[in-house]
C-alpha cells in the first residue's frame, strides 16, 4: 500500500488497486487516534483521454452517516465511486492484539499472529497450520497467496473470516460458499438460528457496526442480523459454516475481534470467536511431512515419590511451541518433574514434522535427580509413519486416468505437466501457479474422484510451497 499523504498527522493509505477497487484507509502517524474530522477524498483521474478530478461526500473517521453506496459522478461510475465506508478498528491495534493473545493462550492454542500480507504468505508456506484466522485489518493478500490458502483449506484444514469488509481478498470466497454484496446500515445485535452447529449468542452490538451483507451459495446460515429499524430485508445472514472439500469454514459479516474486545473476555462475542475456531479445527491433524502436530507426553511414576528430568529430541523438522516445557534448541526441550508415587505428568508441544520424511521419531531420556547428583534412569524412542509425500508422478497418473474415463478435463493434466517443467528449472512461483490453474479446473468437487484429485494437488502446492 501506498502513503498519499506524506508528511501529515493523519495518512491516507491506498491498498492494491484490483477489478474488485482499492481500499482505502486513514492511519495516524504517531500511533495516536485518528481525529474525528471531517474528510473528504480527493482524486485526479486519467480518462477517456483527458484528466477528470472528483470529491468524495464529507465523512468523519467513525464513518457515520454514509451510505452503503454513493455515486460521486452520475457519468463516472466506472472511475470513481464510494462504496460503503467502514470503521475497522474499535480500539488501540496494540491493545486488541494483546486481546487475543490473552484470549488464544489462556484456552491452550497454539499460534502466530501476522499483521502484513509478506509476514502471512510465510507462514501459510513454512508453518504447517492445521487452521487459519482472518480478522478485519487492512490486508489484502497477494492473489496467488490467497489462491494458495484456498487450496489448502480444501486438503482438510479450517478458516474463519470474521470481519473482513470488502472483496480484497475475494479469491477466497469459493472456500466459504458466499458473496459479498454491500453492508447493512442499521444492524444493531446477531441472533442465533435453530440447530446452529456453533454456540452463538444473542447479543447486541457494542459498538456500531456496517456489517457485511452476507448472501449465500452454497453456505448454510448460523446467525442473523437484528436491525434497528425492526424490519427484515434481504441478505441478513450474519454467520455462515460450509464444508469445503476436505476442510471446513466459517464466514463472520461484522469485527468479531472488535466486538469481543469491547464486551470482554467472558463475553458472547469472546465465546463465540473461540467457539468459532473450535468448529474449523481438523479433528486429526494430517501426518503429513511439513505439517504442525500436537504431540502429547506422559509420565508416569510407578515407584515412589521421584525427582525427575527430562529431555526430548524430535527426530527434524522443528519444535515450534513447547508448551509448558523448556526449548532447548530447534529439535530439543526438557521438564523438571517432582512426581508423587503413582503420580503422572502429562503436556503438550507442537513439532512441525520435517519435509520430505517418510517417518518421524521422538527420543526420550530420563534421569533421577538424587540431591545434587543424577543418574540415567531410562531412554526410550517412538516411531510413526507419515502419510506419503504428493508428488508430481502421482498427480498425473491419477488425472490421466480421470481423464480417460472422461471425468475431468485434459486441459488440467496440461496445467500439471507444465508446473512440473518449471519446478525442474526452480521457477517455483510459476510453478504453483499453474498447480492453482489445474485445481480450479477440478471444479466439480460433489464428485469424490475430483475431490480426491484436487485435494492432491493441494498437498502438492503445499510440498512445493515450502520451498518459495
Known sequence: S????????????????????????LSSTDGDPIPEGPYQILATVSHGGGVESFESPILSAACQGLDASIDVDVESDDVFRVIGAHRLVGGPAHARRDFLETLLSYQG???????????????????????????????????????????????????????????RNHHLLEAFGVNLVGVHADASAITPLDLSPISIPDASFSQAERPLRLRLDTALPVAEYRLSSGGWTRDTVAMAVHEFGFGSSVVVGFDLLNQAYLAGDASGFSRLLLSTLEYVQPSEVPHRAGMTIPVNWQVLNRGGLASLSLLLEVGGGRIVDPGVAQQEGPLALSRDLELAAGGTDEFAFWWQLPSGAEAASIRAWLDLREGVSTREYGEVTQSFGLEPIVDFAWVKSRIHEAAEAGTVSRQSLSDIERAEVLYEKQELTRAVFHLLHAAERLGDIADPVVMELRAGVGWLIHHLSTEL
Open 2 to 25: 501506498t502513503d498519499e499523504n506524506v508528511g501529515h498527522p493523519v495518512n491516507l493509505v491506498v491498498g492494491e488497486i484490483d477489478h474488485a477497487g482499492s481500499l482505502l484507509s
Open 109 to 167: 492454542w497454539s499460534y502466530t499472529i501476522v499483521t502484513d500480507r509478506d509476514a502471512f504468505a510465510s507462514e501459510l508456506r513454512r508453518g504447517g497450520y492445521a487452521s487459519y484466522l482472518l480478522l478485519a485489518e487492512h490486508v489484502k493478500l497477494d492473489n496467488q497467496v490467497a489462491r494458495e490458502l484456498r487450496e489448502s483449506v480444501f486438503t482438510g484444514r479450517g478458516i474463519v473470516m470474521a470481519g473482513a469488509h470488502d472483496h
